[in-house]
């Protein structure tokens, strides 16, 4: 009898043992599955923060529509193969080469072309060097512009502006507005000097009014600069008017 009661004590700290064991184990196991799903969100979250969202816009070079879509890239990828993807995104191909395409930061509200990336200039900087700062989602968004066969496009970088210049004759009456790029360190003089090598004019006998909204102000003595002038007007109504003495 004694010894049938030992070996039921026995039998009853041993299963006691084994499913202390058997708990622990399975401690254990949810332990490490918690830790593993902790690292693999943290995995996916390291590999998300090194995505870079931009909002893509391009004119079509044959139908001139305006066309918007995500550019999805990695921080680490050179320029030309994001240039690539743009590409590729926008379907531009068999319209026009590659050849004749860049990517410029751009403004959509205020229809700006801030800077162009030019591939001559920054084929060797990834885009995560490119844009600075670190971050998944950008202010602004980035162009593909073309460019016909000839064209020679001109570079375009920060601190500069687009305004529309509308070049008046008094004898003959107002001519288009076109638009035109200026740096926002310019003085009104300089101003005058560039309109005068694009239009061949003398810019002696040029007079500038600035039309902003339905206010006209001479600036023709203004001595600021043209930062200073454009301030307090917006890139949808900024027009200047330039009036042939």
Not at 63 to 82: R, Y
Not at 112 to 127: C, N
Not at 130 to 140: H, L, N
Request: hydrophobic share 30%; glycine share 4%; net charge negative.
């Amino acid at each position: 009898m004694k010894v049938e009661l030992l070996e039921y004590l026995r039998s009853l700290t041993s299963n006691t043992d084994s499913d202390e064991v058997e708990t622990q184990c399975g401690e254990n196991r949810n332990k490490e599955t918690s830790n593993e799903n902790i690292e693999y969100d943290s995995l996916n979250d390291e590999m998300e923060y090194q995505m870079y969202l931009f909002t893509l816009y391009c004119n079509h070079p044959v139908t001139g529509e305006f066309m918007e879509s995500i550019l999805e890239v990695h921080k680490d990828e050179l320029l030309p193969t994001v240039l690539d993807k743009a590409y590729e995104l926008m379907k531009l191909a068999p319209h026009i080469p590659i050849e004749r395409c860049r990517l410029v930061k751009y403004h959509y509200v205020d229809d700006l072309m801030e800077q162009s990336f030019d591939l001559d200039e920054f084929q060797h900087q990834t885009i995560g060097q490119i844009v600075g700062r670190a971050s998944r989602y950008y202010p602004f968004g980035l162009f593909l512009e073309t460019c016909e066969e000839s064209e020679i496009s001109d570079k375009y970088h920060d601190g500069a502006n687009n305004i529309m210049i509308s070049v008046v004759d008094v004898s003959t009456g107002k001519g288009p507005a076109k638009p035109m790029r200026v740096e926002e360190g310019w003085t009104v003089r300089e101003l005058k000097q560039h309109i005068g090598e694009v239009y061949s004019l003398n810019s002696s006998c040029m007079r500038l009014v600035m039309k902003n909204y339905n206010d006209v102000t001479d600036i023709s003595d203004v001595g600021c600069t043209l930062e200073e002038i454009f301030r307090k007007s917006t890139h949808e109504d900024r027009q200047v008017l330039t009036l042939i003495l």
